[in-house]
């Protein structure tokens, strides 16, 4: 997989929109960009993934650079059940490749 | 709710014994993986089976087990505990992407 790079810790107020940036300048042409959450202590949760267009779900959006070298993650509207750890994944989206690598991703913290 | 099962929820046990955790998948999924989460330590992949057949081997020592049965639910054996196997166990199951995986929520281990 290739190597991301995301900052330790972000804060945000509620109803603002977060921006999670992620870099990942190795990522290989096969490779998509995943993103999970985990809220404290329970089972990481998918959010998203994209390959090099801008996705968008019922939970977030996801912006990709034209290079590839970096992404963002977009929660429009922040709440408090938003502050969770954060983690942006590389890897092929197919059945093959390698796991699922949890890095130490960004914990979000969601303010009043 | 992911639609992945893990139990028990928590366990308490003394060290130098034996226990096993169960997980069924989303119904229809035919990947299940086994993570660790200590509290120094990141979400730590230790193994996965598809349809019965163990595909990827992690951090995972000797003195752990699984296996994945026709009925696709897998079970954890976790022996001769020692008290730094004290963690969180999560299971996931995902079907043809392997990148979009759904956490159960997990099973906490303590051992005395």
């Known amino acids: 997989d290739a190597k991301t790079t995301q900052p330790p810790s972000m804060d945000c107020a509620e109803g603002r929109a977060a921006n999670l940036p992620c870099n990942h300048s190795t990522i290989s042409g096969n490779e998509y960009v995943y993103w999970y959450r985990q809220i404290h202590s329970q089972g990481p949760q998918y959010i998203i993934h994209g390959l090099k267009n801008n996705e968008t779900n019922e939970m977030a959006s996801l912006i990709i650079t034209e290079d590839r070298k970096s992404s963002t993650l977009i929660l429009p509207h922040a709440t408090l059940r938003d502050t969770a750890v954060y983690y942006c994944i590389v890897r092929p989206s197919n059945n093959a490749g390698n796991m699922l690598t949890f890095g130490g991703g960004t914990r979000l913290m969601v303010k009043p | 709710d992911s639609g992945v099962t893990q139990t028990p929820k928590h366990l308490i046990t003394a060290t130098g014994q034996r226990v096993t955790l169960r997980c069924s998948p989303r119904s229809g999924d035919l990947s299940v993986y086994w993570y660790q989460q200590s509290l120094d330590q990141g979400l730590q992949f230790l193994i996965q089976?598809?349809?019965?057949?163990?595909?990827a081997k992690g951090n995972i020592l000797e003195r752990f087990s699984a296996q994945q049965f026709p009925d696709l639910h897998s079970e954890l054996n976790l022996s001769s505990l020692e008290l730094g196997d004290s963690a969180l166990y999560f299971c996931?199951?995902?079907?043809?992407?392997?990148?979009?995986?759904?956490f159960g929520q997990g099973t906490r281990l303590t051992v005395v």
């Open positions: 996931a199951s995902s079907g043809l992407d392997w990148g979009e995986a759904f």
């Open positions: 089976y598809y349809n019965g057949e163990e595909r």
